[in-house]
């Protein structure tokens, strides 16, 4: 059961990439929140390189339809912040980018 709920956060969240270093979560869910809500913002560290490279996202939607709205729109214009365009891409978040992502039930290692 707790796999299953596990999916259904990856199919509702969004992976954020290239954002400047200098946004701020309120920035983001604002701009995410004219295709529905932000239910969660997680901010993806880089440990491999200085604090001014583009950092990551993942942008946990109320529903999957909104999060498949997300990328579809986002996909086709800029990501205007400040109405200034910033080159950010968007994708459908993966079960790998989640940091807390439970055991996959029958999968036994050892």
């Not at 604002?30 to 990551?56: A, D, H, R, W």
Request: charged share 25%; aromatic share 10%; net charge positive.
């Amino acid at each position: 059961m707790e796999y299953a709920i596990f999916q259904e956060k990856v199919r509702r969240t969004v992976y954020v990439d290239s954002l400047s270093p200098h946004v701020t979560e309120a920035v983001v869910r604002k701009s995410l929140e004219q295709f529905g809500t932000v239910k969660g913002l997680q901010f993806i560290p880089n440990y491999m390189g200085p604090n001014n490279l583009p950092q990551c996202a993942l942008a946990e939607m109320k529903e999957p339809k909104e999060a498949k709205a997300v990328i579809s729109v986002m996909t086709q214009f800029p990501f205007m912040i400040s109405g200034i365009p910033r080159p950010v891409r968007f994708r459908a978040a993966e079960k790998e980018m989640f940091d807390d992502r439970p055991k996959r039930p029958g999968l036994n290692i050892h």
